[in-house]
């Protein structure tokens, strides 16, 4: 056998994983598409049509296409930067990314923020707050009134390594596990806060640890492996439907570029990158397909990548087409 | 819920078990805390002669008293508002403990803040922070400049279980956790915070199980006990101070009143204090000195008259100090140099 093939990272199948072909292919095409949108937004970036700064989340789209399709209609999702994945699953379009990374009137803020913070309250979609960590109450919050109204519904939302960090995350895991709610955090543990690394952010490597101490079930997961996340993700929605409290869980992962495109990361020793680009969740995700014959074949994950690309140069040529916003709109919508 | 405080193995042996002098230091200082407390609040606040709030520790005594002796000249502690005990031991005087209750010129705060809001880094005692668990980062940051100058000296930080669910907790001991900072954190868990129960407070039954998650030892240990206290304490304070970073030692006991002295405490199940009086720790001490001879009861009564007299004399000096003056408000406010 050759070795380079058999040390080749492969994703493994969690036991009981229930999926029909549709689910299979739907997990790669949103993957794909987290990836090919953001490398396009990497060429408007470069071009100068992005407004303000680009954030990357190559080599964690398992973590953010995993989580958000184990979801079901009525649960609420609140992304952070690096879950442009989950936006696709929950139904942002490409156009409406393009938008409003370009600032463009037809963008979901309508010019006025930027990246990815937008929020869709009626597809129960809640904005990323920029200050790390603040989600966890929010969403708590949101489970809370699931709870009170007896809804089947989970809230969701993530934090990466550092984020574990701060106050929010203490106060809102607390309250979440006092109170029993449907509540699930995907700790995104990707190695570095910006230019911090996780051992200078816990004293433990195992962030999931912090479970018990807060009365939540804890378990941690292969972060590249979409199967593993979404089988996590779906069985801890389980335990908040039956009313066992909150769950979280780790999802084991890396970020191969910077904090943002103006990063270069040279802080980051290059052979931790390329034992991670071994293990790029997309390239194994499609490994597998095709070596267990999920899929037909080669021509049903082409169509995918084809589509993928007229999706893209369509959203492209519209979001740049569209105004930005008229100065006459700056004072709408800043107050209810 | 009563359950949730119990300990559940009862330690018979220690690793550190005090001399006869530390057992009588030890029970001095914990009657001289009872006896202050029982003054301020149930004397000097009912006849209208203390200024703003009272909160005490009863019951809690031993907590205060068996950490803090096993601290040197040089530590550093950051207690919280039931800790009356180390103030004494770090040898601040019942006279100026009492001014400052009385809003006078020679209290601590200089007749500027009240109660328990005080500290006097001549001896090493951080001033509390109303904020709770904000003595935690600050602790941390003592513990911090220890480290990198290299010095032997620890810091001791308390806190009640109802501020371990802030965020300051979170941070200072993560922090700490991350670069083995010499410092201790010493929980209080007297069952509520304010009028909220131990399982509104936090879904686990011990504080200490967050200790893992900081990588850090974790011990839960029964706070009427004062030996068993003096034993955790000294092997806690121990490692910090060989350079093995912090532990949470979290001692179980109840808060024997109200949150405050205005507070009737009606909320608590009265079966509860009645279940705890029987657990004084005080009584306890006294009992186990006497039953090895250590003591007799007439030296008990002795130590009793000694605590009452200086009360007395602390609060005889006390009334007699002046308020601060009118003019002096803006000093004190910014450094001047």
Redesign the interface.
Known sequence: MNPSTSDAYSLSVPAGLTLDRTGFLELYYFMALNRKLEERLGHLYRQGKVVGGLYSSLGQEACSVGSAYALERGDFLAPMIRNLGALMVRGVKPVDVMAQYCARAIGPTRGKDLNVHFGWVDRGLIAPISVVGALIPVMAGIALEMKMKSKPNVALTYIGDGGMSTTDFHEGMNFAGVHRLPFILIVENNGYAYSTPTSLQANVTDLVTRAPGYGAYGESVDGNNVLAVLDAVRRGRARCLAGEGPVMIEARTFRRKGHAEHDDAGYVPRALVAEWEKKDPLDAYRRYLLANHTVDSEQDIGEIDAKIAVILEDAANEALAAPFPDPSIARENVYG | MADRQTVSAKKTHYVHTPDEKSKLDMLHFMKLTREIEDRIERKLYRQGRIVGGVYVGRGQEAISVGTAIHMEKDDVVAPSHRDMGVFLMRGITARRIIAQYMGRKTGLTRGRDGNMHMGDMNYNVIAFVSHLGDNVPVAAGAALAFKQRGEQRVALCYNGEGAT???????GI??A??H?LPVVFFINNNAYAYSTPM??????ADVA????????PGEVVDGNDILAVYDSAKRAIDRARSGA?PSIVEYKTFRMTGHSAHDDAGYVPPELFEEWKQKDPIVRLEQAMLEDGTVTQARLDAMQRECALMIDDAVDWAEKQPYPAGEDVTRDVYFEG
């Open positions: 669910s802030r965020g300051d907790w979170h941070e993560n922090f956790s991350i083995k399982e509104l407070q936090m879904a686990v199980m967050r200790a893992p998650g900081y990588g850090i970073g």
